[in-house]
């Protein structure tokens, strides 16, 4: 006669418990077993999406990279990448060549060759690049802390937006915007942000006060600068100092949200028109001043994107798109349809039609006869949230919509979708990393449970412990 013991309580928890965490590692595991080109989302590296249409010619893309304290990923290194009109990828320069940890801007310049932004801890390389053979022609190294930008002015000085600038004797931050002679070696003009700026804008001095991330010659002896944190674009006059323009203010997020890499266009009635990534209100918009105000006249891809950092108006009227955290650059009709596609992990930056020149050569959306809003269609969705399916922060967003934990829910699915995609590997898609983290919050809440249940005999262990030490 055989007999049946019962399971305890504690026992069908533990298997329940096991079960979940496995369950919830398990998509994580199958992709980092998956080959890169096996289709599943997150998995892929540099390599075409949609192609509808082929480029007119070349794009190079600016990859940021990720370090964090020093410490790098030779997965996810700094990149400049060469892309052919049919999205095959032409060359890949890595930014240990310069000693770049971070790359940032890269511009095209008439004599065809490449001026590239890079940093490190220990300071900021500007370097002319030739595609050709992939060797600098010139370098500069200055200790500045950080820059995102820097534009060459038609007599080969160098106009660079300096941020991170933080004076500590004085408790103050120098953030500004600077030419630099390279023939003679000095400053030769300046623009301090403190001394035209409150300084108590976006909460005060602090060591990234501005975040100034771009800068443009727009014209003779007029600039046009982001400083991002202000939420505003400015063109700065080079001989009175004044602001002659400035679209959007400090902390009013319906016009701008932490913008990246304004471009200044004309309309054909003569109107400064202004083409924007709004990143943090992951969209791209353009705005045009009429009778002393800005008009939104177009925006595209609200919630699709995620976190662009660049637009540039291309003469066929089209649109080029950085979309940083969804790791692409696409190429977007004025109505929204995509069709040039190229995923660029990991994070890039600002993406060049090198044919085109350096950034926007096109017609304004006024000057096309399209205005509104419009979503994004045509992907070939290799990431996760770039097609039609939906990342788990937008799930999240889209889940709880129109309840009364809306407002929680929108600030939880806004924090993740801008940390993670800065920790999640490049192979892991969104909804697995999620079920890596839901399954480790399962596993510590298991073990502090059984910390709990055993405390007794923990307790008594301890005891035993301390009693052997003390008769030795």
Known sequence: MSVTLPVSRRTAARVLAALVVVGLFAPAAVQAFTPADAGTPGTVGLEAGTIDREA???????????????????????????????????????????????????????????????????????????????????????????THDVDMLPNGDLLIANMRQWNESADRSDDRVLVYNRTTDEVVWEWTFRKHYPNDTDGGFNEDWTHVNDVDRIAEGQYLVSPRNFDQAIVINRSTKDIDYRLGSDGNHDVLDEQHNPDWLVSEDGDPTILVADSENDRVVEYELRDGEWELTWELGTGQLSWPRDADRLPNGNTLIVDSLNHRVIEVTPRGEIVWEYYATWGPYDAERVATGDGSNGPTMTDQGVTGSYRLYGSAGLIEGTGDSLTFSAAVQNTFAGTVVSGPATEFADTWSGVTPWIRPVWMGSWAFAGVVAGAVVLLGWLFGEVIAQRAQIRAGMRRAVEDVRTR
């Open 56 to 146: 007119n010619g070349s794009t190079v893309v600016a990859i940021q990279g990720f370090h964090f304290q020093g410490q790098g990923s030779q997965k996810k290194p700094a990149r400049l990448v060469s892309v052919a009109s049919d999205g095959d990828t032409e060359w890949v320069y890595n930014g240990s060549n310069q000693n770049a940890r971070w790359f940032y801007d890269v511009d095209p310049l008439p004599n065809g060759n490449l001026l590239v932004v890079g940093t490190n801890p220990d300071g900021t390389t500007i370097a002319e690049l030739d595609p050709e053979t992939r060797e600098p022609v010139w370098t500069e190294r200055f200790d500045f802390t950080d």
